[in-house]
């Protein structure tokens, strides 16, 4: 059977910004290596428009840390990070206005986190630490802002 292509659609994912901090006081020889994850997603898209511009920051250990005080980080900390994507998506006549805001909230985070996965693999692998993924997010908990280019 033949796939049927979505009426959701997206231009390829763009890395927008990347810090990438390693941690120098980390134990690889600690079994439990710390990764906290937030996510942001901000939505711009016009009134009307059947296209969404969508960014999602990405912060890793983030928290945990003062950028100029690395050396106070724990050492189960191997490293911190703030990561944007951005991707433009767009859609056609079949959806529901509710439908495209669920969309925009959890299916396009998601896509834009998948091409983010091997930056953070390639990064951590060119550092030297141990192989580490992010894990799987639920995107419910996704904090998301909507905006209109206007604001």
């Known amino acids: 059977m033949k796939a049927k292509k979505s009426s959701f659609q997206f231009t390829?994912?763009?890395l927008i910004s990347n810090i990438f901090q390693l941690n120098p006081c980390f134990d690889t020889g600690l079994?439990?290596?710390?990764?906290?994850?937030?996510?942001?997603t901000i939505?711009?898209?016009?009134?009307?428009?059947?296209?969404?511009?969508?960014?999602?920051?990405?912060?890793?250990?983030?928290?945990?840390?003062?950028?100029?005080?690395?050396?106070?980080?724990?050492?189960?900390?191997?490293?911190?990070?703030?990561?944007?994507m951005n991707g433009v998506f767009f859609w056609d006549d079949d959806f529901t206005e509710e439908q495209i805001h669920e969309l925009l909230k959890q299916t396009a985070p998601t896509l834009l986190l998948s091409y983010a996965r091997?930056?953070?693999?390639?990064?951590?692998?060119?550092a030297g630490l141990p192989n580490m993924q992010i894990p799987f997010i639920n995107m419910n908990d996704n904090k998301v802002k909507f905006m209109n280019y206007d604001e």
């Open 12 to 14: 390829n994912p763009k």
């Open 118 to 126: 091997p930056i953070f693999g390639n990064l951590i692998s060119n």
């Open 43 to 84: 939505v711009f898209q016009e009134k009307e428009e059947q296209e969404a511009t969508v960014f999602l920051y990405i912060k890793i250990n983030a928290d945990e840390v003062d950028y100029k005080n690395m050396e106070d980080m724990s050492d189960d900390i191997p490293f911190v990070s703030n990561l944007i």
């Open 31 to 40: 079994k439990s290596n710390t990764m906290k994850v937030d996510l942001e």
